[in-house]
Each structure stands twice: as structure tokens, then as C-alpha cells.
């Protein structure tokens, strides 16, 4: 039996028997102990299930919205004079075009405010991430070369 197990090598049977029993007693405590905490647990993974879905949700209007506003600028001609009140129709139109391709199965009557602070929160973050992007590229290219940033 010790050939097989060379980790219980000098132990005696009885030894080894003890050991295999106590094994056995904390298996089962640590089973029992786990069924009470799932028994006396929260909703938790439901919640984990629905924030998981809410950010693809908001991941995927957030994409749309871009192919959309993407779309409509690459379809302007270059040197198009275009005013803030243009920018902001336009941005609202591309919103509103995300969020009917999301809503496609449902009735588009109504549009949810949650989705357009989705909306809004991703561009945010977008927004932050190109311009922290921007400032890295800049502060990169100015170390490599050591000029003024202006210089640029």
C-alpha cells in the first residue's frame, strides 16, 4: 500500500486508516457547509447575470451608435461646412438609430432613459479614453524625439 502512496511512507495502517477517515469528515463538513451557504445566499449570481447584460447592452448601442455617426460623416464631403446645431441632430439621430436596431424585437414607441445614460456614460468614457490615448502618443512622441509638442 506505501508503494502507491509514497507521501505516507513510515505511517503505520491504523495511521493511515485515521487519516482517511478524518479526510472523510472534512469532505462532508466542507459539503455541508457549502449547501448552507448556497441555501442562505443572496440572488447574487442573478445580479452578476444582469449587470453582465446591461453592459453588453450599453457595449453594443455604444458600438452601433459609432458604425451610425461613422457612417454619416464619412458620407459628408470633405470640406462641408457643418454647424454645432448639424452635429447635435446628427448625434441624435445616430442615438436614435442604435437604439431601434437594440429594440428591433419590441415595440419602438418609448426610448428607455437608462439607455440613453448608457449611451451617454460610453461616450464619456470614450471620449477620456482616446484623449488619455492622445496625451500617452504625445508625451511618447516627445520623450523619443525631444522636441516641443507644438513642434508635432
Given at each position: 500500500m506505501n508503494e502507491d502512496m509514497?507521501?505516507?511512507?513510515?505511517?503505520?495502517?491504523?495511521?493511515?486508516?485515521?487519516?482517511?477517515?478524518?479526510k472523510q469528515e472534512l469532505t462532508q463538513y466542507g459539503k455541508e457547509k457549502?449547501?448552507?451557504?448556497?441555501?442562505?445566499q443572496e440572488p447574487y449570481p442573478d445580479?452578476?447575470?444582469?449587470?453582465?447584460?446591461?453592459?453588453?447592452?450599453?457595449?453594443?448601442?455604444l458600438e452601433r451608435y459609432n458604425d451610425f455617426y461613422n457612417t454619416e460623416v464619412s458620407g459628408l464631403t470633405?470640406?462641408?461646412h457643418i454647424t454645432p446645431e448639424f452635429q447635435?441632430?446628427?448625434?441624435?439621430e445616430c442615438m436614435l438609430d442604435a437604439l431601434r436596431c437594440e429594440n428591433l424585437n419590441h415595440e419602438f414607441d418609448m426610448v428607455q432613459t437608462a439607455d440613453i445614460n448608457a449611451l451617454i456614460e460610453g461616450l464619456y468614457q470614450q471620449g477620456k479614453d482616446f484623449l488619455q490615448k492622445s496625451e500617452t502618443?504625445?508625451?511618447?512622441?516627445?520623450?523619443?524625439t525631444r522636441t516641443d509638442l507644438d513642434a508635432l
Open positions: 509514497p507521501w505516507v511512507i513510515g505511517l503505520t495502517d491504523e495511521e493511515i486508516q485515521e487519516l482517511r477517515s478524518k457549502i449547501r448552507e451557504l448556497m441555501m442562505n445580479e452578476m447575470f444582469e449587470e453582465a447584460e446591461r453592459r453588453e447592452r450599453s457595449n453594443r448601442v470633405w470640406g462641408t447635435q441632430a446628427m448625434a441624435l502618443v504625445m508625451k511618447e512622441a516627445q520623450g523619443h
